[in-house]
């Protein structure tokens, strides 16, 4: 019995790091390492579920040269885990941040407004600075007090009274030219 659990134990070792070789070996010639971060954003004390986080790099050096960005949207509990790099999975680039906060009225579909009045949105005007170091990251919460404002995800908005949406509003489709535009 304990030279089947000893085996185990080995062959889950070996295909743990077969993994990371993996998905070590998908990261592209000019994408930066990145680290697991996570953190959690409220407003009121309740979750901002579907707010975007991003973080934008503090000086002039960016962690790759194409400017990339970390990013992530704030779950029903709050939490939020940033990425990067589609392929290489979550996590983000070591470094200075200062962190940006939007978040749309529905957040099915995108927009350009913002619940909390653009008070987050701009880098160079963020009080909210992070460090994201080599190795596990878990930052900081940012609890966010906007009296009046609702912290609850509101329904998406619908034309007529109690109708669905006819469309996905992130199917390519709808953006080609003569796509169908509902049943």
Known sequence: MGNLTSRSTGFGTLAAVLTLLAVAGCRRD???RTYPASG???VNGQPAAGALVQLTPIGPQTPD???SKPWGVVQPDGSFVLAT????GPGAPAGEYAMTITW???VTRPSNE????GKYAKA???ALKFTIKEGTNVLDEVKIDAPGLDAAPRPAVMKKKGAAPT???NDPSVFRKGARKGP
């Open 30 to 32: 000019w994408e930066a």
């Open 40 to 42: 959690k954003v409220t």
């Open 65 to 67: 040269v194409r400017g």
């Open 85 to 88: 790099y589609e392929q290489a």
């Open 104 to 106: 749309p009225p529905d």
């Open 114 to 117: 913002d619940r909390l009045g």
């Open 124 to 126: 160079e005007q963020s």
């Open 167 to 169: 469309v996905n509003p």
